[in-house]
Nanobody
């Protein structure tokens, strides 16, 4: 069983910063990609940022230059530093990971609310 546990969400004013963290645990883990996604009310879940086991990163255009993803595949952790948050960043943020043996897994989500 694979588990992803997120932390670090909360309420922040526009222009502020938050750091999200995610730890992955379980058996037969060989992770090939970890990332962050978000779902705002009434919208579909969308990619925020991903990082592969080789270190390649990918960002949504809307967060480039403001968010930074980092990952430690030995420790099976992934973080998302979010700077200059804006109200449109209000969403539930989900950690996701792809295990080469058993597919994709998701965390329970952490709420990020940005007030104007």
């Amino acid at each position: 069983q694979v588990q992803l546990v997120e932390s670090g969400g909360g309420l922040v004013q526009a222009g502020g910063s938050l750091r999200l963290s995610c730890a992955v645990s379980g058996n037969r883990l060989r992770l090939i990609i970890m990332g962050w996604y978000r779902q705002a009310p009434g919208k579909q879940r969308e990619l925020v940022a991903t990082i592969t086991s080789s270190g390649s990163t990918n960002y949504a255009d809307s967060v480039k230059g403001r968010f930074t993803i980092s990952g430690d595949y030995a420790k099976k952790t992934v973080n998302l530093q979010m700077n200059w948050l804006q109200p449109d960043g209000t969403a539930v943020y989900y950690c996701g990971a792809r295990n080469i043996f058993s597919g994709e897994y998701w965390g329970q989500g952490t709420q990020v609310t940005v007030s104007s």
